[in-house]
């Protein structure tokens, strides 16, 4: 396996970060989350209000990279066999062929997730996992990079159906990405004022680029105090008060994934106790449940995060 090239990352990272932004003002540290995830071969959850631009960074992202790319609009109709693809005969052949689904490529936008049913949601699981999908009995590989992109609407609760634990769990990260400034909102409004349709991206990437680089961040050398303060921090989050579900040994394995990719795109070959703080909200926060007491009180699992950084000692760097 071949050493971590910074310089390759720090390149790639840049080439992406500028496509996405010709449609997507500001949210630079947005933007580089998701190539954390990419790079971790990881999936995104885009969650937020309303007209803030998550289908629109998701789609951007995708189109930005090398790799081939579908789109699903989640309903209350749509069918799992609408994900995953479906057995029909061909009276012409007097054979069953296989029709393959959306699924089936490397970067699958699943735009508002949440309005599927619980059955059509669980027919990523496998995918999202495994990288593979079994349609009747019969197993198929998914392509490789493959990342599924979702968004939803965390305010609109009507008509939606909430992602189960086990789905949310594998999202490596949940992206927010909040309001713009007073003037990146007056940048949109300048820069979409005669056309609202959105350019079409060109790649800025290819497969083969991204898959060694995808390779090399896994490099990135993680001293066993830094190891040992992942650890310590999910653990933390299990024996919370605050906290009825901590976070589970995949949320340990992709924070510590994220501090690695966190390092290599700020151009180092080492991991800090800052990589993994910086990633814990956006890695944790999303997989861990409050007790009904928490919930009364107001209380966030972003905060309890923060609580348990606060408690957690800090390794000291040798």
């Not at 971790?40 to 998701?58: R, S, Y």
């Not at 349609?135 to 599924?148: K, L, N, Q």
């Amino acid at each position: 396996m071949q050493a971590v090239d910074a310089n390759g990352v720090q390149n790639m990272a840049d080439k992406i970060r500028h496509s996405v932004q010709r449609v997507i003002v500001g949210k630079d540290d947005v933007i580089d989350l998701a190539i954390i995830a990419l790079l971790c071969k990881g999936h995104v959850l885009v969650e937020d209000v309303p007209g803030i631009g998550k289908t629109t960074m998701a789609k951007a992202l995708a189109q930005s990279l090398g790799c081939t790319f579908n789109r699903i609009q989640f309903t209350p109709d749509l069918m799992p066999t609408d994900v995953l693809g479906v057995n029909f005969y061909n009276q012409k052949s007097g054979d069953f062929e296989f029709r393959a689904g959306p699924i089936f490529s490397q970067i699958l936008l699943a735009d508002e997730i949440n309005r599927a049913t619980p059955r059509t949601q669980s027919a990523l699981l496998e995918a999202m996992g495994e990288r593979q999908a079994t349609i009747d009995g019969v197993t198929r590989a998914i392509s490789e990079p493959f990342m599924v992109l979702a968004t939803q609407n965390p305010i609109e609760m009507e008509g939606t159906f909430p992602l189960p634990e086990a789905q949310l769990d594998r999202f490596m990260l949940r992206i927010k990405l909040g309001y713009p400034s007073p003037d990146e909102e007056s940048d949109i409004l300048l820069r979409f004022q005669k056309d609202t349709i959105l350019p079409a991206l060109d790649p800025v990437t290819t497969e083969s680029e991204l898959r060694p680089l995808q390779d090399a961040v896994t490099t990135v050398r993680v001293d066993d105090t830094i190891r040992m303060y992942v650890v310590a921090i999910t653990q933390a989050t299990r024996e919370h008060d605050g906290l009825s579900l901590g976070a589970s040994p995949r949320a340990a394995l992709s924070l510590y994934k994220t501090a690695q990719a966190k390092a290599a795109l700020d151009a180092r070959d080492f991991v800090t106790p800052d990589d993994v703080k910086g990633m814990a909200e956006t890695v944790l926060a999303h997989r861990m449940i409050l007790t009904s007491n928490s919930r009364l009180r107001g209380r966030t699992t972003e905060t309890i995060v923060k609580e348990v950084l606060d408690s957690v000692p800090v390794p000291i760097e040798r």
